[in-house]
């Protein structure tokens, strides 16, 4: 999200976004009014956003509350076939969703289709797993007694999430946990609020009722504020959050060797990159760079960074290698490139990461496998696959005892007996 200088006029606004509550599209902007640019051409407007303050997210919650109770009384597979629907509309918007996140938050169009296709993909597993809610028949102690557990709806979600992936992200939360039965209050990331609108409507158009799912435009600080006193009323049983520990920074002077295109830094006409294109000071464009020479005692290898960075740490020997990939502290993903099945298979036990490469990159997580971090990058909570299925639900035991009169537990049992006395002759 991003407010023009003098430099940048902004062209007529595409679009204008607000929150959504109860199913309904606020007309007012208590948080204020901003707008969204292109990072490509700073000067294009891709929509205006009326932004709600802490008091239009506690209004979300209490109507997410509201919609809740009567959205889980619906049968498990019947709301699996609107998250169906929700993926055959997102599929039929493929190319239109993918053009608006490249155009609100920079990402090359191919890496956006894969992102709006990870929707689709999360929709289609997950309209399974609508009739796969299993619970577990238990066998009891006693006769004439059955016992039970089913996966229950935990209530109401609030879900935060970053613009790095702004919709594939969001989907993993927002699909699982209606299917379960919640009902959801999402706050997309504020420099992406036209994709956030977009996705919400996507979703609402499959059929959800008002209310079950909640969209707050609104900047951080706010969000937390609101998100603090829904907490305190009782209107929250769910968090969930996405994000980095820290924004980028400028460091390159931190580093022993930086190497850049033709440059370091944010492309202009004083720092160019070779062979660019088109005027680099109408849109955020960075050099692409390299920093060799990283130790465990820089700060850039202790920090999350976004953007066209790479840093190089070497290393004597595996030990070493394995050090450096634990030592900061995040554990989402990690990746090991070797012909050597031992290393590989020892990385893998030794990695503190949440997910883990052979030969393979980071990123481009596969929809029905489990997503999600250690250390500073998680709680150890998982998104997408069945494992998810655990964040919004909880277990439910039941025991039916239809013998006729009161037994206890631990206490009317049958006790068979046994000769423990019993010894083999030599």
């Known amino acids: 999200m991003r407010t023009t200088g003098a430099r940048e006029e902004t062209v007529s606004v595409a679009r204008t976004v607000?929150?959504?509550?109860?199913?309904?599209?606020?007309?007012?902007?208590?948080?204020?009014?901003?707008s969204s640019t292109n990072p490509a051409r700073t000067g294009e407007a891709v929509a205006e956003v009326l932004l709600g303050d802490a008091?239009?997210?506690?209004?979300?919650?209490?109507?997410?509350?509201?919609?809740?109770a009567e959205w889980a009384a619906v049968p498990a597979p019947i709301r699996a076939q609107v998250i169906k629907k929700?993926?055959?509309?997102?599929e039929s918007n493929k190319e239109a969703l993918a053009r608006l996140v490249?155009?609100?938050i920079g990402k090359p169009y191919t890496e956006s289709?894969?992102?709006?296709?990870?929707?689709?993909?999360?929709?289609?597993?997950?309209t399974g797993e609508g009739r796969r809610l299993y619970g577990q028949t238990v066998p009891s102690e006693m006769p004439d007694k059955q016992l039970f557990t089913f996966r229950m709806p935990v209530g109401v979600a609030a879900i935060i999430t970053a613009g790095n992936f702004p919709v594939a992200v969001p989907s993993w939360y927002l699909t699982p946990a209606i299917v379960c039965g919640n009902a959801v209050v999402w706050k997309p990331a504020e420099y992406a609020p036209a994709i956030g609108d977009a996705l919400a409507q996507l979703f609402l158009r499959g059929g959800l009722p008002d209310g079950v799912l909640n969209v707050v435009q609104a900047e951080g600080d706010v969000a937390f504020e609101g998100l603090t006193e829904a907490l305190d009323a009782g209107l929250v049983d769910k968090v969930g959050f996405t994000g980095s520990s820290e924004v980028g920074r400028r460091i390159g002077e931190l580093c022993d060797t930086v190497h850049g295109s033709t440059g370091t830094g944010r492309i202009t006409a004083d720092n160019p990159r070779e062979n660019f294109v088109g005027d680099p000071e109408a849109g955020l464009y960075c050099h692409p760079t390299i920093i060799d020479g990283v130790t465990a005692d820089d700060e850039l290898y202790r920090i999350e960074t976004f953007g066209p960075i790479v840093s190089i740490a070497a290393f004597a020997d595996f030990d070493e290698a394995v050090a450096l990939a634990n030592g900061h502290g995040y554990g989402l993903s990690a990746a090991i490139y070797t012909r050597d099945a031992a290393n590989a298979l020892r990385f893998r036990e030794r990695s503190?990461?949440?997910?883990?490469?052979?030969?393979?990159?980071?990123?481009?997580?596969?929809?029905?496998?489990?997503?999600g971090g250690n250390g500073k990058s998680g709680n150890g909570s998982r998104l997408s696959g069945i494992w998810v299925l655990d964040q919004f639900t909880r277990w439910q035991a039941v025991n039916w005892d239809y013998a006729g009169k009161l037994q206890k537990a631990q206490m009317d049992i049958a006790n068979l007996p046994a000769d423990l006395d019993y010894r083999l002759e030599d």
């Open 18 to 34: 607000a929150s959504i509550v109860g199913g309904r599209t606020l007309e007012d902007a208590p948080g204020g009014r901003v």
């Open 55 to 68: 008091g239009t997210f506690v209004e979300a919650c209490r109507a997410a509350r509201e919609a809740q």
């Open 86 to 90: 929700i993926g055959r509309i997102v």
């Open 102 to 104: 490249t155009r609100e």
């Open 113 to 126: 289709l894969g992102e709006v296709q990870e929707i689709v993909d999360t929709c289609d597993f997950f």
């Open 352 to 371: 503190t990461a949440g997910m883990i490469s052979v030969n393979n990159s980071t990123s481009g997580a596969e929809a029905h496998l489990p997503f």
